[in-house]
């Protein structure tokens, strides 16, 4: 038996110009959920990262941590399948039209202010809102990629770092939240719905532990937390 280790990047930079950057308190929480596998004594054998930035950066992050400890750290791969899904572009792309046509929808992005203090509770109850018809396939966006074509991606990439890894080994994955919860979809047989759902709740810098031989992908925890004691490092987006 193995073990994988499903990683969310830290906290990313919501509301800037560029949200695929580590704010500092996702540099913060990444470290240290390094601390927290050092002095656990983890050593990994593989680690394999996602194509954006936040993915890079929480890794390298935890790399620095176990190097200045003078532990070992593997070179990480990059794997395209661990991508996010197009979630923020079906929102972006969908908004007009959805607009005029649901009166429920045209108020939520109408209230949606970006000096509000809940900007963040208000961008996530729309974000749900639109990626749920999108899920449920009632949403005709042809040129991106499809819910069911992201989680058969991600199942690919599973099956690519499962079948390399070899027995008792450690694979660190450093992601984003829709992979981890496709992942947990995969592992529990979930629908759908579901497996969006749990997207929702994966906080950043969490890992969501997975037990993995031929034939077998199992869960062992999801959405652990015990690195972030601190209440402000406990964060969604």
């Known amino acids: ?3 994988l280790y499903f990683v969310r990047h830290g906290q990313a930079s919501f509301h800037a110009a560029d949200y695929d ?5 996702g540099v913060e929480q990444s470290r240290e959920l390094a601390l927290h596998w050092a002095q656990q004594k983890l050593v990994f054998d593989c680690a394999y990262v996602g194509p954006r930035r936040r993915h890079q950066q929480t890794h390298d992050a935890v790399a620095e941590v176990y190097r200045e400890r003078g ?15 197009c979630g923020q572009d079906v929102l972006t792309r969908s908004l007009p039209d959805l607009m005029q046509r649901d009166p429920v929808i045209r108020e ?8 509000s203090y809940t900007a963040q509770r208000d961008y996530l109850r729309l974000f749900q809102k639109v990626t749920r018809l ?7 966006l042809p040129d991106l990629e499809a819910w069911h074509e992201f989680r058969d991606r991600i199942g690919r990439g599973l099956a ?12 660190a994955v450093f992601s984003s939240g829709g992979p981890v919860a496709a992942a947990m979809g995969l592992a529990m047989n979930l629908h759908d ?10 906080r950043n810098a969490s890992y969501t532990e997975f037990l993995f031989s031929p034939g077998r992908f199992s869960l ?18």
């Open 160 to 171: 690519k770092m499962t079948a390399v890894a070899g027995s008792q080994k450690r694979v």
């Open 220 to 237: 062992v925890a999801f959405n652990a937390v015990p690195h972030l004691a601190s209440p402000h490092l406990l964060t969604f987006i």
């Open 1 to 3: 038996m193995s073990l």
């Open 21 to 25: 950057q580590l704010s500092p308190r």
């Open 108 to 115: 939520m992005r109408q209230n949606l202010r970006r000096d």
């Open 71 to 85: 532990l070992h750290w593997p070179e990480p791969i990059q794997l395209p399948e661990l991508d996010e899904h």
């Open 134 to 140: 999108w899920v449920r396939r009632e949403l005709d």
């Open 193 to 202: 719905e579901k497996t969006l759902e749990l997207s929702w709740v994966v």
